[in-house]
């Protein structure tokens, strides 16, 4: 079963550095989801792609960036990284209709320090 | 703004005890509600959800949810819980015009053998 896949697993970096965080989405699913998962918190949406488009996006500002490619796999990345910004990241993926289940990587842990 | 509640953060109970974590949402239109689980180490897994119809809804490993509209809630349940039901618990909710998935905190439940 090809699920969803992400990559790095974990990730440390500096204040101020940029970091991208990568996803591939499981076979046959057209659109990616990221979201962020504070230690103790639900996961925080941040924006949905879809047909290489950002469809809708979550209260996060325009230092979390994304693209997706034309093999539906997706990119994260966040610029001017804050102490704030460690978390889980999770990548999802479904299919573009509304009533469509999101199936969940194991997600990246980023450390920023 | 849109928000969704699950009361409890961390529930123990003993093998055969009966399970009930309470979820509650404010939102004003048609919504759709899961039911997440996330078993120490795993991805985020889909325990049940709901669209339309039926509002007492049955998922894997024997979960069963009720979408109570007047009270905005959809408490999840389980009728004697085992150890291996150990694990975290998000409900999530999202308008059914919608893309964006608003979770819960989550709850931990551990389950003592």
């Known amino acids: 079963d090809a699920g969803v896949t992400q990559s790095p697993t974990h990730l440390i970096k500096t204040r101020g550095q940029q970091v991208t965080l990568r996803c591939s989405p499981k076979?046959?699913?057209?659109?990616v989801s990221w979201y962020q998962q504070a230690l103790g918190q639900g996961p925080q949406f941040i924006f949905q792609?879809?047909?290489?488009?950002?469809?809708q996006r979550g209260n996060f500002p325009d230092r979390f960036s994304g693209h997706q490619f034309p093999n539906y796999s997706s990119e994260l990345n966040v610029n001017a990284l804050l102490l704030g910004d460690s978390a889980l990241y999770l990548c999802a993926s479904s299919l573009q209709g509304l009533n469509s289940p999101l199936h969940f990587g194991n997600g990246t842990r980023l450390t920023v320090t | 703004a849109q928000s969704v509640s699950q009361h409890n953060h961390h529930v123990i109970l003993s093998e055969a005890a009966s399970l009930e974590l309470g979820c509650n949402y404010s939102y004003g239109g048609t919504v759709n509600l899961f039911w997440y689980v996330q078993y120490p180490g795993q991805h985020l897994q889909l325990l049940l959800k709901?669209?339309?119809?039926?509002?007492l809804v049955k998922g894997i490993k024997g979960f069963e949810a009720e979408f109570i509209k007047s009270k905005f809630s959809f408490n999840l349940r389980k009728p004697s819980v085992q150890w291996s039901d150990t694990a975290e618990y998000f409900c999530a909710v999202i308008l059914s015009s919608a893309r964006q998935l608003t979770f819960g905190s989550g709850t931990q439940l551990t389950v003592l053998p």
């Open positions: 792609y879809y047909e290489e488009e950002e469809r």
């Open positions: 709901y669209f339309s119809g039926d509002p």
């Open positions: 076979s046959g699913h057209d659109t």
